[in-house]
């Protein structure tokens, strides 16, 4: 079993920066896959980006150049770096994990945080 547990967000300005942190419980958190989602109101839930346990990363196309995900393994923490805020960024970001590769499909992770709002004023 795994628990997550996000932190970070909040409202910024746009052109603004945030960095989310997803906590992880778990012996085993290096072999997860650990990806960023995102769901504005009204909407469905988006990949934002992906870590796998090599440290290969993923990006969505509308976050490359503005967003980085890493993750410390020995903290069991995953972060996501935001630059560049603009007001479509606004969403609830969930971080998800999953024992294996990180994918763009939601259904298929085995865990989720409670998400945390992120809110860029314009």
């Known amino acids: 079993q795994v628990q997550l547990v996000e932190s970070g967000g909040g409202l910024v300005q746009a052109g603004g920066s945030l960095r989310l942190s997803c906590a992880a419980s778990?012996?085993?958190?290096?072999?997860?896959?650990m990806a960023w989602f995102r769901q504005p109101a009204g909407k469905t839930r988006e990949f934002v980006a992906g870590?796998?346990?090599?440290?290969?990363?993923y990006y969505a196309d509308s976050v490359k150049g503005r967003f980085t995900i890493s993750r410390d393994n020995a903290k069991n923490t995953v972060y996501l770096q935001m630059n560049n805020l603009s007001p479509a960024d606004t969403a609830v970001y969930y971080c998800a994990a999953r024992r294996s590769f990180t994918t763009t499909t939601p259904q298929q992770y085995d865990y989720w945080g409670q998400g945390t709002q992120v809110t860029v004023s314009s």
């Open positions: 870590i796998n346990w090599s440290g290969t990363t």
């Open positions: 778990g012996r085993t958190f290096s072999n997860y896959g």
